[in-house]
């Protein structure tokens, strides 16, 4: 009975101080973007389109330098961040050292450089469920609720910086806990519900994606059967890339050079493509964007076909991957759910200009949603998280379900397939090198 009031208490606690510093965060990348580039993203302006292409290139490049050092001393002067993960499983999170690792990520982001900025809030959850624990071990929590207690907090985080409690808690308990019973329920939906509340109070309950309010057709459904498996193996793609970048991550003084260098990468492509900037929602928000009207006017102009756009959006999605990739390879840390969405929802929008003829029925924004969905799903091997952070993000009606589910189970039975399929290879290699050695 003490430990049940203990969890509650817990819940009540953490998920209000985990909505404050999500909503503090989301605050503090508002500043910054302002400073740098002049201008504060929202669903109507999502990305720094208005921008000078000198200040997109000045504001990256700068953001990568005053990063990489700031990243170089904190990893090789003072005590390490672990992962989240690794909070959960018991490694201690330093306090100081998190919250200027986690400021730096969210810096990082706001002046443009192409990484997801979801791990800072987690990270700020799990530092303050592990602080928390060590207070509230006077309430009758035992050491088997600390494990329960980060993971929920650190759900409880990303709940309350993109105002979703679902797939907070859903993160929690798919992602970081793995397992489910009713307290682990309890508490996770508990945390991230008034972690959305109070960060939403802070920041807004806008939707972080502005789509259309068309109705989602029984073509849709045909759609998600051919986008699905396509996301499969995009996401799949995109899931070793990133894998390969954070294995082979630069930690010691190469990040001052190799960060700013992948920034001024950045930068210059920005210039052309401002979509591939921050961490994904400009390019998501702008595949969302396409209507059949805006389709119409770009293919009838100047000569421009629609094999163009299919084109623009199939540049924009591999820059978006690029950038992503060599900047984790270089040193950043960050997420690669919201990249995930943006080049998924360029996919769907491409898969949707190519069945036009086929598929009359689908609008485009519907595609790009289908698309960032199940690609979202394949690159996180999350398929539960995926569908809710997409569904509540975009605030969509119940009948998007239906496609997005399908579009979610068939990208991630081919992902896994493919991934699986991977990993035997890379093993059967190893172990023909071991016996080469021998």
Same mark, same amino acid.
């Given at each position: 009975m003490r430990r049940g009031w203990g969890l509650a208490?817990?819940?009540l606690v953490l998920g209000g101080l985990t909505g404050v510093s999500s909503g503090l965060l989301s605050r503090f990348l508002d500043v910054i973007e302002q400073v740098f580039l002049g201008f504060v993203e929202s669903p109507s302006l999502a990305g720094p389109f208005l921008a000078p292409a000198w200040r997109r290139l000045a504001s990256v490049v700068v953001g990568? !330098?005053?990063?990489? !050092?700031i990243w170089y001393l904190l990893r090789n002067k003072t005590a390490k961040v672990p992962s989240v993960g690794k909070a959960v499983k018991?490694?201690?999170?330093?306090v100081w050292q998190t919250v200027v690792h986690v400021v730096t990520q969210i810096f990082l982001v706001a002046t443009g450089a192409s990484i997801g900025r979801e791990v800072a809030p987690r990270e700020v959850g799990a530092l303050l469920g592990g602080v928390w624990f060590r207070v509230g071990r006077k309430l009758g929590l035992t050491e088997a609720d600390r494990p329960l207690l980060v993971a929920a907090a650190a759900g409880a985080g990303f709940a309350g910086i993109y105002i979703s409690p679902l797939t907070g808690a859903l993160f929690g308990v798919e992602v970081l806990l793995g397992s489910v019973d009713l307290?682990?329920?309890a508490v996770c939906l508990g945390m991230s519900s008034i972690s959305a509340l109070v960060g939403g109070s802070i920041r807004g309950f806008d939707a972080y994606y502005m789509v259309g309010s068309q109705d989602f057709s029984h073509w849709t459904m045909l759609f998600a059967l051919v986008a699905g498996p396509l996301a499969g193996l995009l996401g799949a793609g995109f899931k070793r890339l990133t894998s390969w970048a954070e294995s082979h991550q630069t930690t010691g003084r190469a990040i001052l050079w190799q960060l700013p260098a992948v920034a001024a990468l950045t930068g210059v492509v920005a210039m052309v493509l401002p979509e591939i900037m921050g961490n994904g929602r400009a390019l998501a928000q702008t595949a969302m964007n396409v209507t059949s009207s805006s389709v119409l006017s770009f293919s009838g102009s100047s000569g421009r076909s629609m094999w163009t756009l299919v084109l623009l959006f199939a540049t924009m999605a591999v820059w978006?991957?690029?950038a992503t990739v060599f900047t984790i390879r270089a040193g950043a840390s960050g997420g690669t759910l919201t990249p995930s969405i943006a080049i998924g929802a360029a996919l769907g929008v491409i898969i949707a200009l190519l069945s036009t003829l086929v598929v009359p029925g689908i609008h485009f924004w519907q595609a790009a949603v289908i698309g960032a969905a199940a690609t979202l799903a394949a690159s996180q091997q999350a398929p539960l998280m995926a569908l809710m952070m997409v569904f509540e993000v975009c605030h969509l009606q119940a009948p998007a379900l239906m496609p997005l589910t399908l579009a979610v189970a068939l990208a991630t039975a081919v992902s896994r397939a493919v991934l699986s399929a991977a990993n035997r290879q890379s093993a059967a290699k190893r172990q023909?090198?071991?016996e080469v050695k021998q």
């Open positions: 208490c817990s819940t990568g !330098v005053i990063a990489a !050092v018991g490694a201690w999170m330093p307290a682990t329920i978006k991957i690029i023909s090198a071991d």
